[in-house]
């Protein structure tokens, strides 16, 4: 039989900055969908990488006086850096100035001149550089210094005046609309929904697709003095990755991709932009643009000229890997805006992880290790309380996949910490340690039971915090071949005689440098 397919983006990040916490976690919840699909059967492929070209890399490497090929493969490798050491699973790093994405554009390009939906003509009107954006006079507001910026973004508008290709976007309205109609969730959140939908309600414009006042782009075809404008030539790197403009292969498998994942920044991009594109060059949309909210830093936006710019690489040498995984996920309901603190993040590190699962965890291991010959017990008869909770870890992977297939991955962690809790309150309810001596066989059970449950909670846990999980799987000895979400069934479950590693704790606690002594 055949896996089914799922193929999930990110946005493809300028490499004028360092990445920070944004980037790391766009490119996180990508991770999760991709890890959690491929641990339940999905032939995933997860892509992300590089936007190289246009006016605002270009300016960039002026700035630090190397030339732009040379600057734009520094910096695309810090965030080739930042995805290995974040341990994300992306199966493929595009980067825009690779040849395969050249042809790629220029391929889309002449699609849309033979569809009659590019034309010559020329722009006069504001442009904003750090957004790559164009923008009407309506859109733009006054800076009480005089300076005029678009009101979405606060980035500083030029007027550029220059010969340009257009996109009859325009035309697209109905069309954008009837798609938007036909498939309720291609845009999520609802309320990100409901906004492109009046903005395209609204009316739109043909949009500039091209640039004659720099060269650091894709060359139009036919019309070198032309480079294609940034975000055509950014969007197609989803269809470059799966092989277009070959049609067949792993473009026929792969695409339309099931999740574009993007911040609300860039959302019109791609709601409005890129399936008017595709559609247009006799292309398919995507089936899902995700569009989530905002990081700010203890309550403040974050930005460079504040210098509170978070750094993922600091994060995690000073919380955990899995640690910062797991808060970025589960502080905040995914597509709300979030706010970042230390002292949120020690309370889900401490709290969540060490006293909740990383406890249950310890609890239980340590006393099989002590009191059942380091060897899985045998259980007797089960109680109904020790069915509910086995009935209860089994019911977490349906639950969580629902709630993974709409991006709402606070709501998958609650599903798993249900349990976790349950889990918990049960070893409170039949104190195994009490039972040792009263009754061993009844003490065997219960602790069994405890195991069966950890082996699904570790298993569950695998997508967002894979190396703490995969330890836990360790000290269970599950087999590396049975880590999928195809052994969450009783057939694989905890094998009584199995022995067991010497425990050890899986989620450290954070301990304030002074109130440590140190
Ligand atoms: O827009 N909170 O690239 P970019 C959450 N090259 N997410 C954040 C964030 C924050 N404070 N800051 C950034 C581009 N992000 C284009 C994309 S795609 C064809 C081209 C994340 O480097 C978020 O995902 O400016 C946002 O959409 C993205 O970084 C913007 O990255």
């Not at 791609?270 to 089936?287: N, S, T």
């Not at 970042?340 to 590190?349: D, L």
Request: glycine share 6%; proline share 5%; hydrophobic share 40%.
């Amino acid at each position: 039989m055949t896996k089914p397919k799922y193929y999930v983006t990110t946005p493809i990040y300028y490499v004028n900055d360092v990445p920070h916490i944004g980037h790391a976690y766009t490119t996180l919840a990508c991770d999760v969908l991709a890890r959690f699909k491929r641990l339940d059967g999905y032939d995933v492929t997860f892509l992300t990488g590089t936007d190289e070209h246009g006016q605002k890399v270009a300016k960039s490497a002026r700035a630090a006086g190397v030339d732009a090929q040379a600057f734009t493969d520094q910096v695309s490798q810090n965030f080739r850096d930042l995805a290995a050491f974040m341990n994300y699973s992306n199966d493929d790093f595009i980067r825009t100035t690779e040849a395969r994405h050249k042809t790629s554009v220029q391929a889309l390009w002449r699609r849309l001149i033979d569809a009659g939906e590019i034309y010559l003509g020329s722009y006069a009107g504001w442009y904003a550089t750090r957004d790559e954006a164009f923008y009407t006079d309506s859109e733009l507001e006054k800076r009480p210094d005089g300076s005029l910026v678009a009101k979405a973004s606060g980035a500083e508008v030029e007027w550029v005046e220059e010969p340009s290709y257009f996109f009859r976007l325009s035309a697209w309205q109905d069309r954008l609309l009837a798609l938007y109609e036909a498939n309720p969730d291609f845009i999520l959140p609802k309320t990100r929904r409901n906004e492109v939908v009046s903005f395209v309600k609204s009316g739109l414009q043909d949009l500039s697709v091209s640039r004659t006042t720099f060269d650091w782009g894709v060359d139009v075809p036919g019309d070198d003095a032309h480079v294609v404008y940034v975000w055509l030539d950014a969007l197609t790197n989803y269809i470059t990755a799966v092989g277009f403009p070959d049609t067949e292969g792993d473009y026929a498998r792969y695409w339309p991709a099931d999740v574009h994942m993007v911040g609300k920044d860039i959302l019109r991009f791609h709601a409005v932009y890129w399936p008017a594109f595709l559609m247009a060059a006799g292309l398919q949309p995507p089936r899902r643009v995700f569009a989530h909210g905002w990081w700010t830093n203890e309550g403040q936006k974050i930005s460079k000229s504040l210098g509170n710019v978070i750094d993922p690489i600091k994060l995690v040498e000073t919380y955990g890997l899995d640690q910062v995984r797991y808060f970025l996920l589960r502080e905040v309901p995914f597509g709300n805006d979030g706010d970042f603190s230390h002292a949120a993040m020690v309370h889900r590190m401490n709290g969540d992880l060490a006293n909740d699962f990383g406890n249950l965890a310890q609890r239980v291991l340590s006393m099989i290790h002590r009191n059942c010959d380091k060897a899985v017990p045998a259980p007797g008869g089960f109680s109904d309380g020790d069915r509910a909770l086995l009935k209860a870890a089994a019911a977490i992977k349906d639950n969580m996949a629902a709630a993974i297939d709409v991006q709402a991955f606070h709501e998958a962690l609650e599903h798993l910490w249900t349990v976790v809790r349950a889990a918990n309150a049960y070893v409170d309810r039949q104190a195994p340690w009490a039972l040792r001596k009263t009754d061993p066989d009844r003490m065997r059970t219960v602790l069994y039971v405890l195991a069966e449950t950890l082996r699904h909670l570790a298993i569950l846990a695998q997508p967002v915090m894979p190396d703490s999980a995969g330890r836990m799987l360790d000290l269970l000895a599950v087999p590396a071949e049975a880590r999928d979400f195809a052994a969450l069934t009783p057939a694989h479950a905890v094998q009584p005689g199995t022995s067991l590693p010497k425990p050890e704790g899986v989620f450290p606690r954070h301990v304030e440098p002074d109130a440590d002594g140190a």
